[in-house]
């Protein structure tokens, strides 16, 4: 990363850029960073950002870091919630280098009644700092986490398919999934967040 600039009534560098290693969609790992996170930090004051305000980056791609060297250099974006983390190879957008972008951000929120009301939610956010700022915050994050944890157990690597992040082995074979039963134990173990 070249620079990265937060814009509000002031101007400030990032704050709280961490390292992440994520896949692509070919199952390759790749090395990624998040900036403005709250990942790990249970304790940090939630920052809100105007209407006018922006995060400036400026990116600097090196091909010869690239695992393919003949693929086309390309960075992939994700904005995501300042608490979790998110996969920009699944969820983000791809851009071209020496172009400029400008992304326009709004958010959505979602709250259900945590049990015993029908939604049967789970506050992952109360969760995840009672974990020291780290874990899933969404049903779908659980499921993924549930999934590693549960192939790191019985076959000693993660699928290709699987997006959580983390140090682990990714398996050599891309033909191997979670199983049924990995599965269904993952989808009953893990329900909606309560707020999205």
Not at 174 to 187: A, H, L
Request: glycine share 6%; net charge negative.
């Amino acid at each position: 990363m070249g620079d990265c600039m937060v814009k509000t009534e002031t101007k400030r560098n990032c704050k709280n850029p961490e390292d992440v290693s994520w896949v692509d969609k070919d199952g390759f790992p790749n090395n990624c960073f998040t900036v403005e996170s709250l990942w790990g930090l249970p304790d940090a004051k939630e920052q809100k950002m105007p209407f006018t305000g922006r995060i400036s980056l400026l990116l600097h791609p090196q091909p010869e870091q690239y695992l393919l060297y003949y693929k086309l250099v390309l960075v992939h974006l994700l904005l995501h919630d300042e608490h979790s983390l998110g996969n920009p190879f699944m969820e983000g957008i791809t851009m071209q280098v020496g172009k400029t972008y400008n992304v326009f951000v709004n958010q959505r929120v979602t709250e259900r009644l945590p049990p015993p009301y029908q939604t049967n939610c789970t506050d992952y956010l109360k969760l995840w700092k009672e974990n020291g700022g780290y874990g899933p915050l969404t049903g779908r994050a659980c499921k993924e986490k549930c999934r590693m944890e549960n192939m790191l157990e019985t076959e000693g690597c993660v699928a290709h398919a699987i997006s959580y992040p983390g140090n682990y082995l990714i398996c050599e074979n891309e033909k191997i999934s979670p199983s049924d039963d990995i599965n269904r134990k993952c989808s009953l173990q893990c329900q909606d967040a309560c707020q999205v």
